[in-house]
């Protein structure tokens, strides 16, 4: 089972950007849906985007025109431009292989990377 593990989170001030990464322990050719997912405290982990394996992304509402998923299968690679953040946008985040539906997702959740936006 491919493993990925997820890096570029930090602290950045409202209207900044953070690029994460999603680093695959194998190749991610085969894998269909990837998806970024975050979880604020106190509230339940939710998808922030998907990318399918012929390119097709969906957004959460809160995140669409802002953020932006991409995948490098030569890289073995998934990532989330973050532009514009806000407050609201503070959570883990986590990178993981989807089911169809995007609820299920493979295997265990990681320790993500976290994401803390200033006012």
């Known amino acids: 089972q491919v493993q990925l593990v997820e890096s570029g989170g930090g602290l950045v001030q409202a209207g900044g950007s953070l690029r994460l990464s999603c680093a695959a322990s194998g190749s991610i050719s085969n894998i269909n849906l990837v998806g970024w997912y975050r979880q604020a405290p106190g509230k339940q982990r939710k998808l922030v985007a998907g990318?399918?394996?012929?390119?097709?992304?969906n957004y959460a509402d809160s995140v669409k025109g802002r953020f932006t998923i991409s995948r490098d299968n030569a890289k073995n690679a998934v990532y989330l431009q973050m532009n514009m953040l806000k407050p609201e946008d503070t959570a883990v985040y986590y990178c993981?292989?989807?089911?169809?539906?995007?609820?299920?997702?493979?295997?265990?959740w990681g320790q993500g990377t976290q994401v803390t936006v200033s006012s």
């Open positions: 990318i399918s394996s012929d390119g097709n992304t």
């Open positions: 993981k292989a989807a089911l169809p539906g995007w609820t299920l997702v493979v295997g265990s």
